[in-house]
């Protein structure tokens, strides 16, 4: 399971930081992520980051949130995080964490937290 917090309101220009803790199984082995879904809207790619974190490329972004956002993973206490730095209103959606193959859609992706909310007012 995963288990995502951090989110909340904030306004244009601020900065949060989203965990998501995995439980019942070590999620070491797995590339993990970040998506995000706005009201309407299709759940969208944010970022991901590789098991093989020593290797250039682990960590990858969308467009919208490359040099704003990091991501990152401490794979002893089972956790990925998401720095946002930067917000934008557009920023706006429910944040879920994911752990699966790797890529940048959601089937590649097989397990799921439940999301946290995250409002960016301008």
């Known amino acids: 399971q995963l288990q995502a917090s951090g989110g909340g309101l904030a306004r244009a220009g601020d900065s949060l930081s989203l965990s998501c803790v995995a439980s019942?199984?070590?999620?070491?082995?797995?590339?993990m992520a970040w998506f995000r879904q706005a009201p309407g809207l299709e759940r969208e790619f944010v970022a991901a980051?590789?098991?093989?974190?020593?290797?250039?490329?682990?960590?990858y972004y969308a467009d919208s949130v490359k040099g704003r956002f990091t991501i990152s993973r401490d794979n002893a206490r089972n956790t990925v995080f998401l720095q946002m730095l930067n917000l934008r209103p557009e920023d706006t959606g429910v944040y879920y964490c994911?752990?699966?193959?790797?890529?940048?859609?959601?089937?590649?992706?097989?397990?799921w937290g439940q999301g946290t909310l995250v409002t960016v007012s301008s």
């Open positions: 019942g199984r070590t999620f070491r082995d797995k590339a």
């Open positions: 994911a752990g699966g193959g790797g890529g940048r859609t959601v089937g590649d992706y097989v397990y």
């Open positions: 980051i590789s098991q093989f974190t020593w290797i250039d490329g682990s960590t």
